[in-house]
Nanobody, 120 residues
Framework: QVQLVESGGGLVQPGGSLRLSCAAS????????MRWYRQAPGKQRELVAA???????NYADSVKGRFTISRDNAENTAYLQMSSLKPEDTAGYYC??????????????WGQGTHVTVSS
């Protein structure tokens, strides 16, 4: 069975840091693109950061320079290091594993999320 399990969320003060982890099982982790999404109450889910199987990285403009996505293929785990956190970063954070395939449906799996609250 495929499982993505996020951890590391919690309450942090503005300006603080937090590291989220996404532990994957049931997939060949190294060939999947890994993504972090977030969803705040009343808002659409947005892509925060992505790292491809080849190691290419993209960030949303809102987190660029503050967040760092990484992966450890030996541990089947993706990370999101968050620093200089702002109240507007408050959201549920979700891990996604994507295996894109040319000309056919992709495989996509989601974790259940971990909540991050940035508040003083």
């Amino acid at each position: 069975q495929v499982q993505l399990v996020e951890s590391g969320g919690g309450l942090v003060q503005p300006g603080g840091s937090l590291r989220l982890s996404c532990a994957a099982s049931g997939i060949i982790f190294r060939i999947y693109d890994m993504r972090w999404y977030r969803q705040a109450p009343g808002k659409q889910r947005e892509l925060v950061a992505a790292i491809t199987s080849a190691g290419n990285i993209n960030y949303a403009d809102s987190v660029k320079g503050r967040f760092t996505i990484s992966r450890d293929n030996a541990e089947n785990t993706a990370y999101l290091q968050m620093s200089s956190l702002k109240p507007e970063d408050t959201a549920g954070y979700y891990c996604n594993a994507l295996r894109a395939r040319i000309g056919r449906p992709s495989n996509s799996y989601w974790g259940q999320g971990t909540h991050v609250t940035v508040s003083s």
